[in-house]
């Protein structure tokens, strides 16, 4: 039959009927398999509130053949048992009866008989007990007659280990469809990389494709000598004002520095050299060992320049860093408190700012990001220096993207590097081309509590060099 009327003949069958109906015995009753009243039951439940149903777990049992046989003649043990007689017999002749190995072992354990091994003619059986009762033999009738319910648990299982008694339905009696190896396994649940991971994946492979080293960037607290100081940062410089830099209170000062670079930044700042007539200024120690929460991982590239200027003789380098930075700022759709900072630095001799240039578009394209314009821009510890805007679909604007420059002689010499030594450098923040790569218009869906977890969820593989070359690139004066 259809499910249709089936579920016809179930609704009739479920209005003459007072305390509801089993599937399985009206299957049984009606003549059809017992899948196909389940499935007019579902069928029935889609619907809505017509039908309730609940799930029942039953157990039926059945004799196994050798269950069938103990039932009609008796257990094994217990044709041993009258196979005895009042004198005795062999144990090697009890041993030849059809029952007599299984039997003997089971009589010998319900203590009905025993044996006397110091027989003249060898081993001999004899009864311990006049009579017994063949409980084996009575419970198999009883599943026989309908009445298995009226055994125990533990009944039940000692007749399933002898096999004797098997369960109605049990899969070991089931035919089962070849399995196949080849066949992909559903997925399991697991995390979701966020899509600020998967760009900055993507970034990190950009740079070592273009064959960068890595800076370590491991400390979130840095001194303001690393940070502005040896950047040829003055410190009157706004950005070193509370309103722009969050300062520690404790531990409020950097107590290691190395202080005969130390000295020479000093000089420079407050009284000039290498070329420049420097800032003229007090320039306090104090100042200098401020710790704060690096507002930029160009205090990183400080480092590894630093590190690279006391190597001799001088070896030309490409680093690069992705990390966190943080800066006190006016939270906005673009802007937050706590981003990601990503810098390229190149070292080497007589580079300029044509190379800076056609680094920048090398590296942009490889993002995917096509749409650039170059800005001319003031940075202390850069000169020249330019912002880069690309144009955000979503935003229909053009947003800035990153900050690129030729770091200043006052900067590079006092570390120790080579007068003919030039080093190009460009930094950006890695959520504005998330958001960009992603379609998202407000910065604060991307991190930080409003975030739709879906969203981290449905968001697909991150690939920057996957979309079409949109018109060349614009520059402007």
Not at 187 to 208: A, E, N, Y
Not at 288 to 298: D, E, I, P, S, Y
Not at 303 to 331: C, G, H, M, W
């Amino acid at each position: 039959m259809a499910d249709g009327p089936v579920a016809e003949l179930l609704l009739r069958r479920l209005e003459a009927s007072d305390g509801g109906l089993d599937s399985a015995e009206l299957a049984a009753e009606l003549g059809m398999e017992h899948q196909a009243v389940v499935g007019a039951v579902k069928s029935l439940q889609a619907l809505g509130e017509v039908i309730e149903a609940e799930l029942r777990s039953t157990k039926r049992w059945e004799l196994t053949v050798e269950g069938e046989e103990i039932a009609r003649e008796g257990s094994h043990e217990a044709r041993v048992f009258r196979s005895i007689p009042p004198e005795g017999l062999a144990q090697s002749e009890l041993m030849r009866l059809p029952s007599g190995k299984v039997g003997f072992s089971k009589a010998m354990s319900n203590k009905w008989i025993r044996v006397d091994k110091s027989a003249a003619d060898g081993p001999r059986v004899f009864r311990v007990v006049d009579s017994m009762e063949d409980e084996v033999q009575r419970r198999l009738q009883l599943v026989r007659g309908g009445q298995a319910e009226k055994l125990g648990e533990k009944e039940r299982s000692e007749l399933r280990k002898r096999k004797l008694l098997a369960e109605v339905g049990s899969w070991r009696d089931r035919p089962f469809k070849p399995y196949n190896f080849l066949a992909h396994g559903v997925l399991p649940d697991s995390g979701h990389l966020h899509p600020l991971l998967k760009v900055r994946s993507q970034f990190r492979q950009i740079f070592l494709e273009m064959g960068f080293t890595e800076m370590p960037t491991d400390n979130f607290i840095e001194s303001s000598f690393w940070n502005f100081d040896a950047l040829f940062q003055p410190q009157q410089h706004p950005a070193r004002d509370q309103h722009d830099t969050f300062f520690l209170r404790d531990p409020a000062e950097a107590l290691q520095l190395p202080m005969d670079y130390v000295q020479r930044v000093k000089r420079t700042h407050s009284q000039g050299g290498y070329g420049s007539q420097g800032y003229k200024y007090n320039w306090k120690l104090d100042e200098a060992r401020k710790n704060l929460l690096r507002t930029h991982t160009t205090s990183a590239s400080a480092r590894a320049l630093y590190r690279l200027a006391q190597k001799k003789p001088f070896t030309p380098v490409k680093y690069f860093s992705i990390d966190r930075v943080f800066r006190n700022e006016t939270l906005d759709a673009t802007h937050l408190a706590e981003f990601h900072q990503i810098e390229g630095v190149v070292a080497d001799h007589g580079l300029t700012l044509g190379h800076l240039m056609g680094v920048l578009r090398e590296f942009f394209t490889k993002l995917g990001i096509t749409q650039l314009r170059f800005k001319p821009a003031y940075n202390p510890y850069t000169e020249p220096s330019m912002e880069v805007f690309s144009y955000h679909q979503g935003l229909k604007k053009w947003v800035e993207v990153g900050n690129s420059g030729v770091f200043r002689p006052e900067m590079l010499l006092p570390m120790g590097l080579p007068e003919n030594v030039s080093v190009i450098a460009w930094g950006l923040s890695l959520e504005r081309p998330t958001m960009i790569k992603y379609g998202i218009n407000n910065i604060r869906e991307l991190v930080g509590h409003k975030v739709n977890l879906q969203m981290v969820y449905d968001s697909p593989l991150c690939r920057l060099d996957a979309e079409p070359r949109p018109p060349p690139t614009q520059e402007a004066a």
